[in-house]
């Protein structure tokens, strides 16, 4: 019974594409074609893919944004093709498109925040307002830049503490970076008594600066007199060091300014106040009574 019934089925079918030769001809072409679209498409998203990576890695850009990037440009590639494949073959591609494009809007407005973060990324990998191992402060946060990923940063704190960042929120701040120069300024503000001379004070500060060899003196040296505090003459005292060197000559230069000032009788005052007390008459006290 099977046999009866397929077999005019069968001829039905060839009959049919006997007599629509043309349109099976053109369809049987559009099927190729797609297929060869796919895998141009294919080879195309791969030589692109393989492209950037290339540029991006020659252009020292962390690995995480290299390979979201490379994979991004790999898809959108093949969906493009896809489409023009589907297209090839009759498939109405509006309402695919269409699809898609909802699609993406759903996505857009769920990772609103995300996609905030992820373009920032961009922008911090395009911008390079800091690298990795630099010392940057964001905000109020200080630390050694680890990695640059895709929605977040990671820093390390002096103490050791991994701070995670999201980008946007870098992008919207400050951005301190203390490493991308070669040399850095050291302020310091040495409050000394009223009695001291000005003269004395510079000239003990300006030996020890020339002692030190880790100071540039070609950039400047600055020890002047900066402010007439409430209860000590305020010097303002700024050298260059190299970057690497710049904390230990912070602290060196501290303790052997305050050495030597105490060594040359130069006096640091503690904050003090003046109380005067002017036309005070005694109270009068009133004479006792005895009572009998």
Do not use: C
């Not at 007599?19 to 099927?31: K, L, R, T």
Request: glycine share 8%; net charge positive; hydrophobic share 50%.
């Amino acid at each position: 019974m099977i046999g009866f019934t397929l077999f005019p089925k069968i001829k039905n079918a060839v009959e049919w594409m006997a007599g629509h030769s043309d349109a099976v001809i053109q369809f049987g072409w559009n099927v190729v074609a797609a297929i060869i679209l796919l895998f141009v498409g294919k080879a195309i998203s791969r030589l692109l893919s393989r492209g950037l990576e290339k540029l991006l890695l020659k252009r020292k850009v962390d690995i995480t944004i290299v390979q979201f990037f490379t994979a991004l440009v790999r898809y959108i590639t093949l969906a493009f093709f896809v489409v023009a494949a589907l297209g090839r073959v009759g498939i109405e591609t509006s309402s695919i498109i269409a699809v898609i494009g909802a699609a993406g809007l759903a996505v857009g407005l769920a990772l609103q925040g995300s996609l905030s973060n992820f373009a920032a990324g961009v922008l911090l990998v395009s911008l390079r307002p800091f690298r990795a191992g630099e010392v940057v402060q964001i905000g109020a946060m200080t630390g050694t830049v680890e990695k640059v990923h895709i929605f977040s940063t990671t820093l390390l704190t002096g103490d050791s503490k991994e701070v995670v960042i999201p980008n946007g929120k870098i992008i919207a701040d400050n951005i301190i970076n203390y490493s991308r120069h070669p040399f850095r300024r050291i302020d310091l503000v040495i409050g000394v008594g009223y009695q001291s001379r000005i003269a004395d004070v510079k000239r003990v500060i300006n030996q020890l600066i020339e002692k030190d060899s880790r100071i540039d003196r070609q950039r400047g040296v600055t020890v002047r007199l900066g402010e007439l505090g409430a209860s000590s003459l305020n010097f303002y005292v700024r050298v260059w060091v190299r970057n690497a060197e710049y904390w230990n000559t912070y602290y060196d230069l501290l303790e052997n300014i305050k050495e030597a000032l105490d060594a040359n009788h130069i006096d640091l005052p503690y904050p003090q106040m003046d109380i005067r007390v002017e036309n005070v008459t005694a109270p009068a006290h009133p004479q006792l009574q005895l009572v009998d």
